[in-house]
């Protein structure tokens, strides 16, 4: 099986806002990407290729951390923002035929307190 790859190019940074046929498109790619491997390649996301390479950096050397640091930044549902941080090794699998992958993570939400007023009275 190979990693869907999605034309992200109506939607790229500083394009307009795409036509409502373009962001149907696009959910339907995107939906049966992550639904059949988890995965999706974006192409054509106006992303500059240093900026990917600096984020990808950022997290390598984040994951490299001893336990114990990355435990500062965990993920706590008494939080205001309980999606958001690092979460340690467990076994998550999108097809219950397959077999689990083993993985740890770090969930990103939007740290603006707009946004966390607004999860919170959901």
């Known amino acids: ?11 790229a940074l500083g394009q307009a806002v795409p036509s409502a ?11 049966q990407a992550f639904s059949q491997l988890g995965f999706v390649y974006l192409k054509n996301t106006g992303i500059k290729d240093e900026q990917v390479f600096e984020a990808m950096d950022i997290c390598r050397k984040f994951f490299l951390l001893p336990k114990d640091i990355k435990q500062q930044y965990a993920r706590s549902k008494d939080s205001d923002i309980p999606c958001h941080g690092w979460i340690d090794f467990q076994t998550e699998s999108l097809n219950p035929t397959e077999l689990n992958d083993l ?4 969930n990103v ?3 603006s307190s707009t946004d966390v007023r607004s999860q919170n009275s959901h």
């Open 109 to 111: 939400t939007s740290l």
């Open 21 to 31: 046929h373009e962001m149907k498109r696009l959910s339907t790619e995107i939906e």
């Open 1 to 11: 099986m190979s990693v869907a790859v999605v034309d992200f190019g109506s939607f």
């Open 103 to 106: 993985k740890e993570a770090f």
